[in-house]
């Protein structure tokens, strides 16, 4: 006969696991609402990835190209300073990880691409089109007044938000890749494929990282 105990620990699990569910279809629906009723498709963990991955890496390999030394320590003794190359450095890391959120209102939504290349620096075709449409005369209504045509999406700052989630979360993995790994494997395979979307409890695959850049218009 089960016990009260093994009974109440069954029920719980299984109420736990319903309330996983209906989160996660709650979320589901009310993402896929935003995207049919004002055409919203935020990134995906891929594409997140893929992006800060990319910035960072570009970052990295920037800085890595100089051939500085620094010294530390506190001591007014110039031969008991420790030197150390700038490309090793502590500082080169904080250096290249600070601000890198930011980045991310650089890029805008191009609707008129189907894959992770939506997302991208620069204006969209279609925004190309409908600011020359305007510079022509022509009335275009979007249904938001033209001074905000420019400024970010909900796709790109919900992207920078994503951005910081995941550095705060995986920012000593990115350490670790930077001391001990960035010589065998891309920080793009490191952490996202090997990390971020090994366990993803979306089902959210890496299928972008490997996506080339698409430039096609679609219009």
């Known amino acids: ?3 009260y105990q093994m009974w109440h620990v069954s029920i719980s699990i ?18 896929n609402f935003e995207e049919e009723n004002y055409g919203v498709r ?8 893929k992006i800060v991955a990319t910035e960072l890496e570009n970052r990295f390999h920037a800085t890595g190209k100089s051939h500085d030394v620094i010294e530390t320590g506190y001591t007014f003794d ?3 300073r420790a030197r150390k190359q700038y490309k090793a450095s502590e500082l080169r890391l904080i250096e290249s990880m600070d601000g890198i959120c930011d980045v991310m209102l650089q890029y805008n939504i191009h609707k008129e691409r189907k894959d992770s290349s ?28 033209y001074d905000l045509w420019d400024k970010p999406s ?24 930077y001391y001990h790994h960035q010589q065998q494997q891309s920080l793009l395979q490191y952490l996202c494929q090997n990390r971020m ?22 219009l």
């Open 1 to 3: 006969m089960i016990s």
């Open 14 to 31: 299984l109420l736990v696991a319903v309330w996983s569910l209906l989160i996660d279809s709650a979320d589901t629906n009310d993402k």
């Open 42 to 49: 935020y990134a995906t963990p891929c594409e997140v990835c």
């Open 78 to 80: 110039d031969d008991k």
């Open 118 to 145: 939506r997302f991208a620096k620069g204006m969209s075709s279609t925004f190309q089109t409908l600011h020359g449409l305007v510079d022509k005369g022509v009335k275009v209504d979007l249904g938001i007044p």
């Open 154 to 177: 909900a796709e790109i700052t919900n992207l920078k938000t994503q951005c910081e989630d995941m550095m705060e979360k995986y920012e000593s993995d990115i350490e670790q890749w």
């Open 197 to 218: 979307l090994q366990h993803n409890a979306r089902g959210d695959q890496a299928a972008c990282l490997t996506e080339q850049p698409n430039t096609k218009t679609e």
